[in-house]
């Protein structure tokens, strides 16, 4: 395998150093009030409102997980990717709500929308979210990276892993502390034509060494460049069957991205992050208007279909390059000596590419690459948390605080949560499967916020007890489900077969998803119609059906033709990308 030389690193330095003046500038500009620390001064144009919805999105979970799928499942989770319609809806459905409330987060869009009880729990769900999963799989992402790229660094002790790990945090809380949102939407910028370049350099030399895309589809063979998965393992007889995989005995649906899960599950997961999430939307509410909100969400659905080509497919590069033995070290590094795939292993699909294919200098630029996602997803979530916790929280305790002071508690929650990442770090080292980890979380508590948000802009009669209903029933749903599975996972608790908890373990996490999903539903309805209606006059503008002919005319002002044309050529991109992974 290649070492960085110190071309490499230079290159690397370098972009470092763009990201350090980046910080500083954004430091001298000020942050005067919470609204300049938290959302830019609502002047963020449309073109680093994509770029930067895109860089939050393109993280640890692409390096290590989608890359890592692509190798292990193939385009199976490509459906995630092709979700970029979701950006649509964000912009042309929920945009125009998110606008005229004039909110800093979307836990105090619910409290416009019904009660402020349900922006309480709704921000406590979504902190205890972000410290599950973006910053565990940042951190597990970081160090899996770091132990790649150098393999036989020890310090203090300290392997690459805990090193990487660390650096990482700090230097991106650093960064985030100092700038706020400007920081870190400027730099999110850079970084994604960063991870871009570096993406189609890893693809491009990749599939130069493997012999080419024909070469690529005779290795890898019709089912790993399928979409749609059965339901059934092929070669199993009915519909709970055991199967022997990695050592133990399962018995499932099947548990590889089943196309019924992907059909009705993964849009619900995809609407939630993509419309409601505060990681993602914040940067939309940084926007002065609805025309550049809208616009900057469909540039960032254009550049969302670009992860299928370039962290995907370099995946599954990888997986040709080992199988066939054209790369000797490849093949040792992810098969045993029976032949199998080790699947944990396949985690470090991409940053293994970079090493074995790439030429020096072109080495550095995809090494920055990787720390832009690794860095930009943490800011992200540190920025998202701040907000959540300054203005869902101290806001609301000291109503009389001075915009010095939330500027200065979000730089504070900030820290704390820096603290929080490195203390996560004995937790995620050694941690396997956290893909379907995070997708397993996200399944569990995307459904009730989904159902409250869309079911809430929709229907006006719904109100404030059936949101909170509904808010803490998917919430406890999603927290059993966790509860019954971690034994499992973390120590092999088996329970017996047939029994109810074994039951609840065995349903693909999709499915119960879904489910999740339907009593969320019933419960929304039934409460709130048991209850009194609320009140219309409060809720003015924040359903379709209480706009007023004003807000309508607004909304119809802020896109032209031009819009429109954009967002039937996403849909025809996306149609186009499915029939032809569509085996």
């Not at 770029?51 to 499942?73: K, P, R």
């Not at 802009?457 to 998917?474: D, E, S």
């Not at 077969?497 to 999709?510: P, R």
Request: positive net charge; charged residues 15%.
């Amino acid at each position: 395998m290649n070492v960085i030389t110190w071309i490499d690193w230079i290159v690397i330095l370098f972009y470092f150093g763009i990201i350090a003046a980046i910080s500083v500038w954004s430091m001298k500009k000020g942050q005067k009030n919470a609204e300049d620390y938290f959302l830019g001064g609502r002047h963020l144009g449309w073109f680093i409102i994509g770029a930067s919805i895109f860089a939050s999105n393109i993280g640890s979970e692409h390096l290590v997980g989608l890359a890592g799928s692509g190798a292990t499942d193939g385009v199976a989770l490509a459906h995630y990717e092709l979700h970029a319609w979701c950006l649509l809806v964000l912009g042309w459905v929920m945009v125009p709500f998110y606008m005229r409330s004039k909110v800093f987060t979307m836990p105090e869009f619910l409290e416009r929308r019904f009660s402020p009880k349900a922006r309480t729990v709704l921000s406590i769900i979504s902190l205890i979210a972000y410290v599950l999963t973006k910053i565990a799989v940042g951190i597990y992402a970081g160090g899996v990276v770091f132990r790649v790229l150098l393999p036989d660094v020890d310090f203090l002790g300290m392997d690459s892993f805990w090193l990487g790990s660390i650096i990482l945090i700090v230097l991106t809380g650093l960064y985030t502390i100092l700038g706020g949102l400007r920081a870190v939407v400027y730099t999110e910028t850079i970084q994604t034509f960063v991870k871009i370049i570096g993406a189609i350099m890893v693809t491009y030399f990749g599939l130069k060494a493997l012999g080419g895309w024909e070469k690529l589809k005779e290795i890898c063979g019709t089912e790993m460049f399928n979409l749609w998965k059965p339901v059934v393992p092929h070669g199993v007889e009915g519909t709970w069957a055991p199967v022997k995989e990695a050592g133990r005995q399962a018995w499932y649906f099947n548990d590889r991205y089943p196309w019924p899960g992907m059909l009705i599950c993964a849009p619900i997961i995809g609407l939630w992050y993509w419309c409601t999430d505060q990681y993602i939307v914040q940067r939309v509410l940084g926007a002065p208007n609805e025309t550049q909100a809208r616009r900057g969400s469909t540039f960032a659905a254009f550049l969302k279909l670009l992860p299928v080509f370039l962290f995907i497919i370099p995946g599954m590069i990888c997986f040709a390059l080992a199988k066939s033995g054209i790369n000797a070290s490849l093949h040792h590094e992810l098969f045993d000596a029976s032949g199998h795939l080790i699947r944990d292993r396949a985690q470090a699909a991409f940053p293994l590419l970079v090493m074995h294919v790439l030429p020096v200098g072109v080495r550095g630029i995809v090494v920055a690459g990787l720390l832009a996602a690794l860095m930009s997803a943490l800011a992200g979530v540190f920025n998202a948390s701040s907000s959540l916790f300054t203005m869902d929280f101290y806001a609301r305790m000291r109503p009389n605080a001075s915009q010095k002071q939330l500027v200065w508690v979000g730089r504070v929650a900030t820290v704390v949560m820096v603290l929080i990442g490195l203390l996560w770090i004995p937790v995620i080292e050694g941690g396997k499967g956290l893909y379907d980890y995070l997708q397993g979380i996200q399944a569990y508590l995307a459904p009730p916020i989904f159902v409250v948000f869309f079911f809430g802009i929709w229907m006006k009669r719904l109100n404030g007890p059936g949101c909170l209903a509904t808010l803490l029933v998917g919430f406890a749903m999603g927290v059993f489900r966790l509860i019954v599975d971690t034994p499992v996972k973390l120590s092999g608790v088996t329970y017996t077969e047939g029994s109810f908890l074994w039951i609840v373990n065995n349903i693909f996490f999709q499915y119960y998803s879904v489910l999740i999903t339907l009593v969320c539903i019933a419960v929304f309805l039934i409460v709130s119609y048991a209850t009194k209606q609320p009140d219309y006059a409060k809720i003015n503008g924040l359903t379709f059906s209480t706009m007023s002919a004003e807000d309508k005319r607004a909304s119809r002002a802020s896109w032209t033709s031009a819009d429109v044309i954009q967002a039937i050529v996403l849909v025809g991109l996306i149609i186009t990308i499915y029939a032809y992974f569509t085996g």
